[in-house]
T-cell receptor
Framework: QKEVEQNSGPLSVPEGAIASLNCTYSDRGSQSFFWYRQYSGKSPELIMFIYSNGDKEDGRFTAQLNKASQYVSLLIRDSQPSDSATYLCAVNKGGGGFKTIFGAGTRLFVKA | EPEVTQTPSHQVTQMGQEVILRCVPISNHLYFYWYRQILGQKVEFLVSFYNNEISEKSEIFDDQFSVERPDGSNFTLKIRSTKLEDSAMYFC?????????????FGSGTQLSVL
């Protein structure tokens, strides 16, 4: 079983729509959850983090966490062509942890 | 805005040669990491470093790899005898102390090509 699993996509949405990206993780002890965005040929960039069950909103982004289901999601509202990138789900055991594990990423394509 | 700096951006080497990849983490960060990404694949954890010692390492980080913080600013990854399969983008990352220690800030990477 992969530690962090994501649908590789591509996920294609029209401009202005909501993009929904999902992730599951295997380690129940995980406490910190992150979404990174990676443009082609570039390094990952942190866009959202969440530690508690529920929703966390930041601008057009909402992260959702369900620890019982070991499930993390990212919603992007009013998707823009500039949101086209690979979105990486990442998981850390927390507590000042030293090892963050990444999923393989979901490619998002926003059509103008 | 503070950033993680990596040099060189590209490194070409012959199989069996030693390479050193260099990184300057964000100045007030205390946790340092190396990740790699083979073309088309996921970002893989190699090693984390804190308080001048390795904190965690992955199965990939075998005896051919070593890390060092030779001074107060640089953080290096050495591959002693490169293999073809070491060809990848290598990312250095750093993170802040206290509650936000898990948030990683990545450098722009060093593309390593082993011929």
């Amino acid at each position: 079983q992969k530690e962090v699993e994501q649908n590789s996509g591509p996920l294609s949405v029209p401009e202005g729509a909501i993009a929904s990206l999902n992730c599951t993780y295997s380690d129940r002890g995980s406490q910190s959850f992150f979404w990174y965005r990676q443009y082609s040929g570039k390094s990952p960039e942190l866009i959202m983090f969440i530690y508690s069950n529920g929703d966390k909103e930041d601008g057009r982004f909402t992260a959702q966490l369900n620890k019982a289901s070991q499930y993390v999601s990212l919603l992007i509202r009013d998707s823009q062509p500039s949101d086209s990138a690979t979105y990486l789900c990442a998981v850390n055991k927390g507590g000042g942890g030293f090892k963050t594990i990444f999923g393989a990423g979901t490619r998002l394509f926003v059509k103008a | 805005e503070p950033e993680v700096t990596q040099t060189p951006s590209h490194q070409v080497t012959q199989m069996g040669q030693e390479v050193i990849l260099r990184c300057v983490p964000i100045s007030n960060h205390l946790y340092f990491y190396w990740y790699r990404q083979i073309l088309g694949q996921k970002v893989e954890f190699l090693v984390s470093f804190y308080n001048n010692e390795i904190s965690e390492k992955s199965e990939i980080f075998d005896d051919q790899f070593s890390v060092e913080r030779p001074d107060g600013s640089n953080f290096t990854l050495k591959i002693r005898s490169t293999k073809l399969e070491d060809s990848a983008m290598y990312f250095c990352a750093s993170s802040d102390y206290r509650q936000e220690s898990e948030k990683l800030f990545f450098g722009s990477g060093t593309q390593l090509s082993v011929l």
